[in-house]
């Protein structure tokens, strides 16, 4: 297998004062669909209420496919 370019999706999240960052090898659409998709189902959520922010992550993708984006998967 071989490839002529990566690309690396970084997000950044912050809740309680502490940052995250998370990362994956994807195409540069699943960054858009981070930030238009998932990010408004999120921001504004309780950090605590870890189930329920995946559940709406989840629910937001549901006609992607089980596993979706590679990233979705690992958010």
């Known amino acids: 297998m071989e490839w002529s370019e990566t690309t690396i999706v970084l997000v950044e ?17 699943t960054a858009h669909l981070i930030h238009h998709t998932l990010n408004p189902k999120i921001k504004s959520g309780d950090a605590f209420a870890i189930g329920e922010l ?8 549901r006609n992607l496919g089980r596993s979706g984006s590679p990233t979705v998967a690992s958010v």
């Not at 999240?13 to 659409?29: E, F, N, Q, R, V």
């Not at 995946?54 to 993708?61: D, E, P, S, Y």
């Open 13 to 29: 999240i912050s809740a309680g004062g502490k940052t995250g960052l998370g990362y994956s090898y994807a195409d540069a659409a």
């Open 54 to 61: 995946w559940q709406k992550m989840a629910i937001a993708v």
